[in-house]
């Protein structure tokens, strides 16, 4: 399997422990780490070519990916 880039725990590397945590002990939290991994993954696809995308979905993809990570930093924050 090939390295998939931006993953949260790369992302956010002091805080894979809160990461953690927050997964097991908030429901929400979980489902946006959840919905972040599937659009990291699908981009991750589109990129390589292995599932190729029309430019304007890719670029809609990394806006979704660029705003759950912006409300996972807000929670990690907070937390």
Known sequence: MSHTPH???EEFPTQTDALHRL?????????????????NRAIH?????VE????ATESQMRRERLALKDEIAQMLSAA
């Open 52 to 55: 190729p995308v029309a430019e």
């Open 7 to 9: 993953e949260l725990a």
């Open 23 to 39: 997964k097991q002990e908030n429901p929400h939290f979980a489902k946006l780490c959840d919905s972040y991994h599937e659009v």
């Open 45 to 49: 696809r589109a990129e390589t070519n």
